[in-house]
């Protein structure tokens, strides 16, 4: 029995050591709040393409670690401490790829820890909370929402320009 707990131990560490193989992309915007990303190997297109539509840019992806909260609460995969240093984000949201279009998502904030709900959400529902926690990360600092108008000249096909409300 001692032996098979052996056993068990060294597998959960493998699973969670850094050498296992997920790795993480990391998206962060001007205000200095990101999004973690891991596996990057199973991340959709779309889900890349919508969060970089919200203005943050992948900045940098690597080999995630097994980290917990500020408060030493909850464990998931994110980038290293030492990549959250390097580009100075504080608050950011980790998702967590299962499937295509089923994900879980988790917030880091200095101040309440790692949150991490169990439910696992859809792409579409995705789309609706990634916004609503950056504005909850900006508190009273919030960003006007981007405004969309249209561009259009005698001649050409009208276009779309965001006006940002910074």
Not at 5 to 28: D, M, N, R, V
Not at 105 to 118: A, R
Not at 119 to 140: A, H, W, Y
């Amino acid at each position: 029995m001692k032996k098979l707990s052996s056993i068990i131990g060294l597998l959960f560490f493998l699973w969670a050591s850094p050498g296992f193989g997920y790795e993480y992309q990391l998206y962060k915007n001007s205000e200095n709040l990101g999004i973690v990303v891991f596996p990057k190997a199973q991340l959709p297109e779309e889900l890349d393409q919508y969060i970089q539509s919200l203005m943050l840019e992948p900045i940098e992806s690597g080999e995630a670690v097994m980290r917990s909260g500020s408060k030493g609460e909850n464990e998931t995969f994110m980038m290293p401490l030492e990549i959250q240093k390097k580009h100075s984000i504080e608050k950011f949201m980790v998702i967590q790829v299962l499937t295509q279009f089923r994900m879980m998502i988790g917030v880091f904030d200095p101040e309440w820890g790692l949150t991490l709900p169990s439910s696992v959400f859809g792409f579409e529902d995705m789309k609706k909370n990634i916004p609503k926690t950056l504005n909850v990360f900006r508190g009273n600092n919030k960003r006007k929402e981007i405004l969309w108008k249209e561009n259009s000249h005698p001649g050409l096909k009208p276009r779309w320009t965001p006006v940002s409300g910074r």
